[in-house]
């Protein structure tokens, strides 16, 4: 009877914690967060129940991650829902190594318990989540896995090498939930079975260049808060220097689309074209990208579009003190335009 109660009056202190746990969480307001370089990735791990914060109103973002909190961060993060409690267990994180230990990941605390509250290090995150993608590399590899695949980044800004990721520290709460939100941004929406035997070298993506990683970045950009307001089209990077916003099934020999120009040597945007300066969609579509580079434009700029296509000459406009020149590409298809943007002298 004593063990029941005391069992009772665990519980009840158990649910009082989470019910503080989830007012938190509805409110995202944490003590500790209002100036953090991760507000708004916490904010939005938090309202997708990745993490949650602390009964204190801390959400203590600068603490570093175990291996059972990251595990559970990218089981959630990625599914999208929370692994049920099926049997009685010993540890708040069992479901979540049981789960993963099938899957062939390599865990830690699967055996030894006592690993589940050791840090884990930015290697052996590296570890689980080019696991998560179906490959089986270890230490170093799985670094540059998660590099070439554009991830993660360097610790140091800038320094997208091994040495720089820093495999040997730990990571915190706001680095792995931005890892995981990095992960989603890329399309991750499963975790995949780990082979058994060790992915080939070969096949490690390379190491990206500065390059490589901006413009990873103004793919991300443009498919958060261009893409999603336009129905129909798809997004892909032509692996050389733009993005494009295609029609999905392509309705001739040229595809419709909007291409995104971004220029190497000053790691800027540098232009937008239209296949159809008279589509409308695609009208929107470059004043949504002008004004999401600085440019403030409006339907009063469209005109300055159509002058130059009626009169097939450049014309040169002052835009919040920048030129952008409108292109009506004479000798290209009827209807092409390009605007760029004029950054050299």
């Known amino acids: 009877m004593k063990r029941l109660l005391v069992l009772g009056a665990a519980l009840l202190v158990s649910a009082t914690l989470f019910v503080t746990q989830v007012q938190a969480a509805e409110g995202v307001i944490f003590k500790d967060t209002e100036n953090h370089w991760a507000k708004t990735t916490i904010e939005w791990g938090v309202e997708k129940g990745i993490v949650k914060g602390y009964a204190n109103g801390m959400f203590m973002p600068n603490q570093n991650v175990t291996e059972a909190e990251f595990i559970r961060m990218l089981y959630v993060g990625i599914t999208g829902k929370d692994l049920e409690d099926q049997f009685i267990s010993d540890h708040w994180s069992d479901k979540y190594y049981n789960h993963l230990y099938f899957k062939n990941y390599p865990l830690n605390g699967y055996a030894d318990v006592k690993q589940r509250s050791t840090y884990a290090t930015r290697a052996h995150i590296a570890e689980l989540v080019s696991s998560a993608d179906g490959v089986n590399y270890s230490?170093?590899?799985?670094?540059?896995?998660?590099?070439?695949?554009?991830?993660?980044?360097?610790?140091?800004?800038?320094?997208?090498?091994?040495?720089?990721?820093?495999?040997?520290?730990?990571?915190?709460?706001?680095?792995?939930?931005?890892?995981?939100?990095?992960?989603?941004?890329?399309?991750?929406?499963?975790?995949y079975d780990r082979p058994q035997e060790a992915s080939a070298e070969a096949k490690l993506p390379k190491l990206p260049t500065a390059w490589d990683s901006y413009r990873d970045q103004m793919y991300i950009t443009i498919r958060k808060q261009v893409f999603p307001k336009y129905t129909g089209y798809r997004i892909y990077d032509d692996g050389n220097s733009k993005i494009i916003l295609s029609k999905t099934l392509q309705q001739a020999d040229t595809d419709t689309a909007v291409a995104v120009q971004f220029e190497q040597q000053i790691m800027s945007f540098s232009g937008v074209s239209l296949s159809n300066a008279a589509d409308i969609t695609q009208r929107n579509m470059m004043l949504d990208i002008l004004n999401l580079y600085g440019f403030k434009v409006d339907a009063a700029f469209l005109k300055k579009v159509d002058e130059a296509e009626k009169n097939k000459k450049e014309i040169s406009v002052t835009v919040s003190n920048k030129t952008l020149v409108i292109d009506p590409q004479i000798t290209s298809p009827a209807g092409n335009a390009t605007v760029y943007y004029k950054w050299w002298k």
Not at 144 to 154: I, V
Not at 164 to 187: C, K, P, S, V, W
Request: glycine share 16%; proline share 0%; net charge positive.
């Open 139 to 191: 230490g170093n590899q799985a670094i540059q896995y998660l590099l070439g695949k554009k991830y993660a980044t360097g610790r140091v800004k800038g320094e997208n090498t091994i040495q720089g990721f820093m495999g040997g520290y730990t990571i915190t709460r706001a680095e792995a939930l931005q890892l995981i939100r990095n992960l989603m941004d890329h399309g991750m929406q499963e975790l």
